[in-house]
């Protein structure tokens, strides 16, 4: 895909390559016994790993498995302490992350290394300056810069400056930075971790097309998802070990879970002891003004966690969303332990001890240039705790929330640390603790465990078992449907903002949710209510 001249790929020092060891030449990479040691830890012991060109090969596994570790040796950032790396059929000598990007291995970490001072053109090009006779030739860089973010279909301007750029956007810039040139190695890290679902799209369609041209792609991700979509094989790291390599299309979520855990499926979801009593949360007939939900009786218990599931679009959220106060009610009737509620506002529903957490932790649930501390108070800034007279307590604030994020076990433990420096899943505790720092007796939590690994998906099970079992009524909407299943005493299932089915006891298995994620009824509903209307089917 490259837009300068194949040529500069061979100019100037490449890899040292010993010819005398040949391995299979239709391999792009073969790796075997890769050993790589720190200080007191065994970063990966004995690895094995191949990628084969036009493919996806994904590395799985959690936090400290050693995937990270792995490709920065693949990329040349760490020399392996044993084992060998054989790229093309010919063995690697010392490799350096230059040396990697002249032979065509070029990879996206998680961590930006981009300028910010610098322009989108300007980072493309960072260290491989076009000029003649000691002068840059900032209009060929500036129309080539042009011409690949077009051709990638990035809606960037190569004069905007990195450091204005929201965080998604840089994410798009360093995809550009690695394709600039002609690649044969692509490797990606958690690459849709900050991108919309349309750019996370756009870069899918990127991925086929590179497969397309014969370029090997490793692709580094938890999510399930994406898995299923992009890859090939998936190879499974635990602890600096390999557990296998397995089909993409062949394996189920259940076996890459007990691969990545040691662990079985049902084991990886705690048991949770239901103890049903009054009614926290009910709904009758509940419609909001934009009808994303449409008549819904709804209800939760203290003592028992919901479930709510359906596809995209379906009004899930929405009820959530409508029930915090985001989204106008125009019928119906809320109540909050038997209190009705009418035009519900975010902090009248926080002061009755409810609260909403989003499924954009991003966009809405954290301010990530704050510290943790300030995150955690965020909801209970009006209580006497954390403020009088207008005036925040700030011994007070930062001793309930070191209490709350050492609970939590949030890493790391210095609360003046910011938020966007934590991994996925350690912000996602931050945004839990908010329930935590006030009187909150109903959760509704969207999406919970979204964009986190399965040793933070865990935790987050475990903190929702702890306040189930505490009294709390705790509603867990999410797209993953075995969190449904194992986690709530009951199910709900929407479609097209109705209530489409009530599932309990032994009625909540994966078959019947499945069924009712398209209501024929509900369809035939809307339907006769447009064509009474005049408006036709």
């Not at 990879?107 to 260290?127: C, H, K, M, R, Y």
């Not at 007939?285 to 449409?294: A, E, F, W």
Request: with cysteine; hydrophobic share 40%.
């Amino acid at each position: 895909m490259g837009t300068q001249d194949k040529r500069d790929m061979a100019s100037g020092d490449t890899a040292p390559v010993d010819q005398s060891g040949g391995s299979d030449p239709s391999l792009l990479i073969e790796m075997k016994g890769i050993d790589k040691r720190f200080p007191g830890v065994c970063a990966l012991d004995q690895v094995d790993f191949d990628l084969r060109p036009g493919e996806v090969h994904v590395l799985f596994g959690e936090n400290g498995a050693g995937k990270s570790t792995l490709i920065n040796v693949i990329a040349g950032s760490f020399a392996a302490d044993g084992g060998s790396y054989m790229f093309c059929g010919e063995k690697l000598g010392r490799l350096t992350p230059y040396h990697a990007r002249e032979i065509g291995i070029s990879p996206v970490f998680q961590e930006f290394s981009l300028a910010p001072d610098l322009t989108i053109g300007e980072n493309l090009f960072l260290g491989r300056e076009l000029a003649s006779v000691g002068v840059l030739n900032k209009g060929e860089m500036r129309a080539q810069a042009k011409s690949v973010l077009e051709d990638l279909g990035f809606d960037l301007e190569p004069h905007a400056r990195v450091g204005d750029l929201p965080r998604a956007q840089q994410q798009m810039t360093e995809i550009a930075k690695a394709l600039l040139r002609e690649v044969r190695v692509l490797i990606l890290d958690e690459p849709t971790a900050s991108l919309s679902e349309r750019e996370t799209d756009r870069l899918f369609e990127i991925i086929d097309r590179l497969k397309s041209e014969g370029v090997g792609i490793i692709y580094v991700s938890h999510r399930m998802a994406e898995i299923k979509r992009v890859g090939d094989r998936v190879t499974v790291l635990r602890d600096g070990r390999k557990i296998g390599t397995v089909d993409a299309d062949a394996v189920s979520e259940e076996n890459l879970v007990e691969m990545m855990t040691g662990r079985t499926f049902d084991a990886f979801f705690p048991k949770i002891e239901h103890r049903p009593g009054d009614v926290a949360l009910a709904t009758t007939g509940l419609t909001t003004k934009n009808r994303q939900v449409i008549d819904v009786d709804f209800s939760v218990r203290a003592g028992e966690v919901v479930g709510i599931a359906g596809l995209v679009g379906c009004g899930k959220s929405e009820l959530a969303r409508a029930i915090f106060g985001l989204h106008e009610i125009t019928a119906g009737a809320l109540m909050l332990y038997g209190k009705t509620i009418t035009s519900p506002t975010p902090s009248q529903m926080l002061k009755s001890g409810l609260c909403y957490f989003p499924s954009d932790r991003v966009a809405e649930g954290l301010s990530l240039s704050r510290p943790i501390r300030e995150n955690v108070s965020l909801a209970a800034l009006d209580l006497a705790d954390f403020a009088s007279k207008g005036f925040l307590k700030i011994g007070s604030e930062k001793a309930r929330a070191a209490a709350i994020v050492d609970k939590l076990q949030v890493v790391p433990l210095d609360t003046e640390k910011q938020v966007e420096f934590l991994s996925g899943g350690n912000r996602q505790k931050v945004m839990l603790s908010r329930g935590l720092a006030r009187d909150i007796n109903v959760f509704l939590l969207d999406e919970p465990t979204v964009g986190i690994d399965v040793g933070a998906k865990t935790e987050v099970y475990n903190l929702i078992k702890e306040m189930a079992e505490a009294g709390a009524a705790v509603v867990v909407i999410s797209s993953e449907l075995p969190e449904v299943l194992h986690l709530s005493n009951r199910v709900y299932v929407m479609h097209r903002g109705y209530l489409a089915a009530e599932l309990t006891g032994e009625d909540i298995t994966e078959a019947n949710v499945l069924a009712h994620f398209f209501d024929r009824d509900h369809e035939t509903e809307e339907t006769s209510s447009k064509i009474s209307e005049g408006s036709g089917p």
